[in-house]
């Protein structure tokens, strides 16, 4: 049997034409149960692709994932400001506005829908000396845990919630109580 590269060129194309026109998209990694449909569609400047994931939770709700502005007070100050973006992969990372960069502005959690529209963060934070971050260790002061327990609006335009904060000694992990704070976190999402 003889088989010519014409056919089989032609064959090739045919097999990617179709693959091309598959009527729907998937993005993400993972297992069946991490991916999220999507949707393309040309860009509104220049014909550039979008590509749109829808913005559900596992359960069919409203999502926390997307970038948030967040603001934590307690007894009516203003403990931090920032933004944080919460990940569909259950991570978090934070830029906090209330810490100068040299002192650790950037934090990371990990969060999980609890039920419906509520959601847990265990999220950890270092904490730096600016005046001695030139010596040996890098002058970290502490570990930092903030946990929060909050709830989206059924927009999933806005969460409230409270926020537990502990400092930990790097070196023996006594608590250091100039660190501590309790009290509520309000998210405001922001849109593209």
Not at 61 to 70: C, E, K, M, T
């Amino acid at each position: 049997m003889r088989i010519s590269l014409k056919s089989t060129a032609l064959g090739l194309a045919a097999f990617s034409a179709l693959a091309i026109a598959a009527p729907s998209a998937w993005a993400g990694c993972g297992t069946e149960f991490s991916k999220t449909p999507a949707m393309f569609e040309t860009g509104k400047k220049d014909g550039a692709l979008l590509i749109r994931v829808a913005n559900q939770n596992s359960q069919g709700g409203p999502s926390i994932v997307g970038l948030w502005a967040v603001t934590l007070t307690s007894n009516g100050a203003t403990v931090d400001t920032g933004y944080s973006e919460w990940h569909g992969d259950g991570t978090e990372i934070m830029n906090s506005g209330g810490h100068a960069a040299a002192t650790g502005n950037f934090c990371l959690g990990v969060w999980a829908q609890v039920s419906g529209n509520a959601y847990h963060l265990n999220h950890f934070a270092l904490a730096y000396n600016p005046n001695n971050w030139q010596s040996p260790g890098g002058g970290l002061m502490a570990k930092i845990n903030l946990t929060e327990d909050v709830v989206l609006d059924p927009k999933s335009n806005r969460f409230t919630g409270s926020f537990h904060q502990e400092g930990y000694d790097p070196n023996t992990g006594a608590v250091i109580p100039m660190f501590h704070a309790v009290g509520n976190i309000v998210g405001q999402r922001i849109n593209p």
